[in-house]
């Protein structure tokens, strides 16, 4: 089998209701989907991982310039190799980043043309899965205002409750004073309700602050506290953990096998999240798991993109060890993005749902999806 031709397709809508996260704020949704043609009439689909304020035209530009050239007449079932010449051509301006999460598009892309024609869901490719369904957690609380929002936030912890989640991640990072308020307002919703919370500064804070939050947390019971500082400075969060007893999450901003061995060398997480549109895709994403489970840390996949990125992730969860095992150990749980994306649901014939807070790893070949041409054409980025 060849790789006849690669189209990549950047796609980008304004949102009728911006929001913030600690970073900026997010006034439109976009992603960098990508197609891999061969010669056997496989199709292959990936996207690069675009975060809330990164514009997708990077990923494509890389993907069109720089990976392409390497791709065409190759084997897409040869992955390993293909992934480490991608890597390769690309480290002396790459390593992180955008051009990263462009070998991500391609690499999910090969992986989805393999398990096509394997007639095989991807998980099986990688090794079985560990679980055939997954919990969600739903990932909200962003902000319509800034500050001051705390009581709305309380009744969208009830709402996400409604929808059935037991799980879910609040996005602080604002102000010591205005966390406090909005986690004092959601843990008062939420008394007497079975919830499993989890905070994410998206690196809002300096060590100092970043400690300070986590004592005030204390009492939540947090399953994890992420990304409590800037992701390049490693001995930071190896301070937030020596300081804290919760366990500290991060990685969505880190990538590949090189990028995980310094944060795990450093001991700066409990909880690993390379998302597998930025991390390197299928293949580096099985370097990052070994090399988590020899340091003794837990992957629990992070997955922002849209829905070509969740049912790679989906897949990629179903095949996840647990870290520490037990009868009853702890097992990964998945990121379920409550936020407006208008086109996440319309991309894909069956997009993902959770049903009473749960998600079935799906079984269809490759990442079981079929892509809705008519959206990439409609959301098409100028
Ligand atoms: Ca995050």
């Known amino acids: 089998m060849k790789i006849t031709g690669i ?33 056997a009439g496989i199709t292959g689909w ?35 190799v293909l992934w480490h010449r991608m890597y390769h051509s690309t480290r002396d301006y790459g390593r992180k980043g955008s ?99 989890m905070v994410d500064t998206n690196h809002a804070y300096g060590v100092a602050d970043a400690i300070r939050l986590g004592r005030m947390l204390e009492p939540f019971n947090l399953r994890w506290y992420e990304e409590p500082v800037a992701p390049e400075h490693a001995a930071g969060y190896r301070e937030v953990r020596r300081s804290l007893t919760m366990p500290i999450a991060g990685g969505e901003n880190e990538h590949t096998l090189y990028g995980f061995r310094d944060f ?22 099985r370097h990052i798991i070994a090399l988590a489970q020899a340091h003794g840390v837990q992957v629990n996949p992070h997955v922002w993109g849209s829905a070509i990125a969740q049912a790679a992730s989906l897949q990629l969860i179903a095949a996840v060890p647990v870290a520490h095992h037990s ?16 086109f996440r649901q319309q991309l894909v014939d069956e997009p993902v749902q959770q049903h009473g807070g749960w998600i079935d790893i799906p079984s269809r070949p490759g990442l079981g999806i079929e892509v809705n041409r008519e959206v990439l054409t409609r959301y098409r980025a100028a």
């Open 7 to 39: 189209t990549v397709y950047p796609l980008r809508t304004a949102l009728e209701h911006p929001f913030a996260f600690s970073q900026g704020w997010v006034r439109q949704r976009s992603a960098t989907i990508v197609e891999v043609a061969t010669d």
């Open 46 to 80: 990936g996207e690069a991982f675009a975060q809330g304020l990164e514009p997708p035209a990077i990923a494509t530009a890389t993907i069109e310039h720089a990976l392409t050239p390497l791709l065409l007449g190759a084997d897409p079932r040869d992955t390993e």
């Open 99 to 197: 051009v990263i999460a462009a070998i991500s598009a391609i690499d999910i892309a090969l992986w989805d043309i393999c398990g096509k024609a394997a007639g095989l869901p991807v998980h099986r490719l990688l090794g079985g899965a560990f679980r055939d369904r997954v919990q969600a957690y739903a990932t909200g609380f962003y902000r319509l205002s800034g500050q001051g929002e705390a009581v709305r936030l309380g009744e969208e912890a009830l709402a996400h409750v409604a929808a059935g989640f037991r799980a879910m991640k609040v996005k602080l990072g604002y102000g010591l004073a205005d966390d406090a308020a909005v986690m004092q307002s959601i843990g008062t919703a939420l008394a007497g309700h079975p919830v499993t919370l």
């Open 264 to 285: 795990f060398a450093a001991g700066a997480v409990d909880i690993a999240q390379p998302d597998i549109g930025s991390a390197g895709g299928f293949t580096a994403c």
């Open 327 to 342: 009868i009853f150990a702890e097992e990964p749980i998945f990121e379920y993005d409550r936020s407006s994306h208008p």
